[in-house]
Nanobody, 116 residues
């Protein structure tokens, strides 16, 4: 059973930065594209960033383009999300999973709160 463990969230002022990490177990991580998702209170979970299995291709939802950077280290079975110039609307619980189709059980997520 593959487990996903997200970390790195916290409380930050608008304009600040955070780096999220997601550690996964097993070979399924290395052969799949991975994504970062977020769910704000009262809203549906949305995919905000995707990275190919080898890390050579990335994509972002328009609202985070130019501010967020997704990366991965397959040797460590870890995917990262560098978030800069954070805005209050980025406040959400952030999760990782395979992308665009989610194939793994969701982890507990990591809370990101941006104060304005």
């Amino acid at each position: 059973q593959v487990q996903l463990v997200e970390s790195g969230g916290g409380l930050v002022q608008a304009g600040g930065s955070l780096r999220l990490s997601c550690a996964a177990s097993g070979i399924i991580f290395r052969i799949n594209a991975m994504g970062w998702y977020r769910q704000a209170p009262g809203k549906q979970r949305e995919l905000v960033a995707t990275i190919s299995s080898g890390g050579g291709s990335t994509s972002y939802v328009d609202s985070v383009k130019g501010r967020f950077t997704i990366s991965r280290d397959n040797a460590k079975n870890t995917v990262y999300l560098q978030m800069n110039s954070l805005k209050s609307e980025d406040t959400a619980v952030y999760y990782c999973n395979t992308a665009p189709a989610t194939r793994l059980s969701w982890g507990q997520g990591t809370q990101v709160t941006v104060s304005s």
